[in-house]
């Protein structure tokens, strides 16, 4: 039975471009580069900071190897950027909350498991007002390796005292389905969020859910599926 929920942030939980896009353009306008549109950025996320870093110096999403002094001073800049900026206009997809609270009202352990730093996520969650609602959350530098590895999933489920087999992982991207399939989970994908160009309904996944509410609803009703199966 699943008994816990690892789930993802930027895309998933929140629509954070804006501020994201808002440092990547700071970023390339402190190095000299043009902006670029908030769409294109929005194609580069979703392999953590350093590759978003990148992809906007580049700008194109092809994972290409930056020059090892213009990718620090653009770190640098991306970091100081967005620290200023972080939650300002981020907001909370529809279904979120009460997905979250249905999750909850089902005795599910929640996670968040990102690719994020912690300095970055640890305040968007509590600006955002999500904090409250995780028992866990591993971050893009909580373990040696992000998303697509499975590693931070199986800390996840570690710190949540689950068994893999027993959690489904949702998220917005590839990174995500990748992640949960290598780590034994069940994966659920939403459709709205960052996917790097690639559309997430082509995926072998276990489910697509519109919201977290409907995420929920599969959950419930695989639990009942196995209460009522006669083995």
């Given at each position: 039975m699943?008994?816990?929920?690892?789930?993802?942030?930027?895309?998933?939980?929140l629509?954070?471009?804006?501020?994201?896009?808002?440092?990547?353009?700071a970023?390339?306008?402190?190095?000299?580069?043009?902006?670029?549109r908030?769409?294109?950025?929005?194609?580069f996320v979703?392999?953590?900071v350093?590759?978003?870093?990148?992809?906007?110096?580049a700008?194109?999403?092809?994972?290409?190897e930056?020059?090892?002094?213009?990718?620090?001073?653009?770190?640098?800049?991306?970091?100081?950027?967005?620290h200023?900026?972080?939650?300002?206009?981020?907001t909370?997809?529809?279904?979120v909350?009460?997905?979250?609270?249905?999750?909850?009202?089902l005795?599910?352990?929640?996670?968040?498991?990102?690719?994020?730093?912690?300095?970055?996520?640890?305040?968007?969650l509590?600006?955002?007002?999500?904090?409250?609602?995780f028992?866990?959350?591993?971050?893009?530098?909580?373990?040696?390796?992000?998303?697509?590895?499975?590693?931070?999933?199986?800390y996840?489920?570690?710190?949540?005292?689950?068994a893999?087999?027993?959690?489904v992982?949702?998220?917005d991207?590839i990174?995500?389905?990748?992640?949960?399939?290598?780590?034994?989970?069940?994966?659920?994908?939403?459709?709205?969020?960052y996917?790097?160009?690639h559309?997430?309904?082509?995926?072998?996944?276990?489910?697509?859910?519109?919201?977290?509410?409907?995420?929920a609803?599969?959950?419930?009703?695989?639990?009942?599926?196995?209460?009522s199966?006669?083995?």
């Amino acid at each position: 039975m699943i008994t816990a929920a690892l789930i993802d942030l930027d895309g998933t939980l929140l629509d954070s471009i804006p501020d994201l896009a808002h440092a990547a353009n700071a970023m390339r306008i402190d190095m000299g580069m043009t902006p670029l549109r908030e769409a294109v950025i929005e194609t580069f996320v979703g392999k953590g900071v350093e590759n978003l870093i990148r992809r906007t110096l580049a700008g194109q999403l092809d994972d290409v190897e930056s020059d090892p002094d213009q990718f620090a001073a653009a770190r640098e800049s991306f970091f100081r950027n967005y620290h200023l900026v972080n939650g300002d206009k981020s907001t909370v997809y529809d279904g979120v909350i009460d997905g979250l609270k249905a999750m909850r009202a089902l005795g599910l352990k929640l996670a968040v498991v990102t690719n994020k730093p912690t300095e970055f996520t640890l305040p968007l969650l509590q600006r955002t007002g999500l904090a409250g609602f995780f028992d866990t959350v591993v971050c893009g530098d909580t373990c040696a390796r992000k998303k697509p590895d499975p590693l931070p999933m199986l800390y996840a489920c570690e710190q949540l005292g689950v068994a893999p087999a027993q959690a489904v992982a949702i998220g917005d991207s590839i990174n995500d389905v990748q992640a949960g399939q290598a780590a034994g989970a069940r994966v659920l994908v939403v459709p709205y969020g960052y996917n790097e160009g690639h559309d997430v309904r082509t995926l072998k996944v276990d489910g697509i859910v519109s919201s977290l509410i409907d995420a929920a609803q599969w959950i419930a009703s695989q639990t009942e599926a196995q209460v009522s199966s006669p083995n």
